[in-house]
């Protein structure tokens, strides 16, 4: 079967950095993609990797090991607005699967 | 309007009427998604349709009809639903559904509330 996990829940301060882990066991691999969702808000797309190695724009990085089934989403200068829920997604053969979310929170 | 669309944004509905959510992108993408996103799980895929032909189907119970006219535009029909059908559903678009890198693009989603 397929299975994404990612923490429930985080707390991190603003200014901080934070690293947000998913591991994955899919039936295919046609990437890695990370999202991020406000409450009450769509989902917005974040990241895609599907080489291993560390992916980085801007504030966030993105880093994949396909050996491993591991990835992780790197946010750096935390900013208050960042606190929402960040979804792990593996792209199987047509489909994508999704993780449960991490919800992000970020304190003064 | 940009982007993928969805109406309504919120709906109220009883177990025995029939509703229908509507979601319509306007980015020339061919593949449509319908999602359902509960509290605290994953997203559930429900539906995938490309050049209007559905291509995924993810078990999803007979009361959740979904059609698609056109690669824009993209609906859900509902019928005598549970109050465990409560849940946020989510439409996405990609340009096509069978390559790796292309990415979704979600709606703002459907709040809905079965009584």
């Known amino acids: 079967g397929q299975n994404i996990d990612q923490p429930t829940e985080m707390t991190a301060t603003e200014g901080a950095i934070v690293q947000i882990n998913c591991t994955y066991q899919?039936?295919?691999?046609?990437?890695l993609f990370w999202y991020q969702q406000h409450a009450g808000e769509a989902p917005t797309f974040l990241s895609y990797n599907v080489l291993d190695g560390l992916e980085e724009k801007g504030r966030f990085s993105s880093f994949l090991s396909r050996s491993k089934g591991y990835s992780y989403l790197l946010l750096k200068e935390l900013q208050m607005k960042d606190s929402a829920s960040y979804l792990c997604?593996?792209?199987?053969?047509?489909?994508?699967?999704f993780g449960s979310g991490t919800k992000l929170n970020v304190k003064p | 309007e940009t982007g993928v669309t969805q109406t309504p944004r919120h709906l109220v509905m009883g177990m025995t009427n029939k509703k229908s959510l509507k979601c319509e992108q306007h980015?020339?993408?061919?593949?449509m998604y319908w999602y359902k996103q509960s509290a605290k799980k994953p997203l559930e895929l429900m539906f995938v349709y490309n050049f209007k032909e559905q291509t995924e189907n993810n078990s999803v119970p007979s009361r959740f009809s979904p059609e698609c006219p056109n690669s824009s535009h993209l609906f859900l029909h509902l019928h005598t639903l549970q109050p465990e059908d409560s849940a946020l559903y989510l439409c996405?678009?990609?340009?096509?559904?069978?390559?790796?890198?292309?990415?979704?693009?979600f709606g703002p989603g459907t709040r809905l509330t079965v009584l």
């Open positions: 980015l020339g993408h061919n593949a």
């Open positions: 899919t039936s295919g691999f046609n990437g």
């Open positions: 997604a593996v792209k199987g053969f047509n489909k994508f699967y």
């Open positions: 996405a678009s990609s340009p096509r559904s069978s390559v790796g890198t292309d990415t979704q693009y």
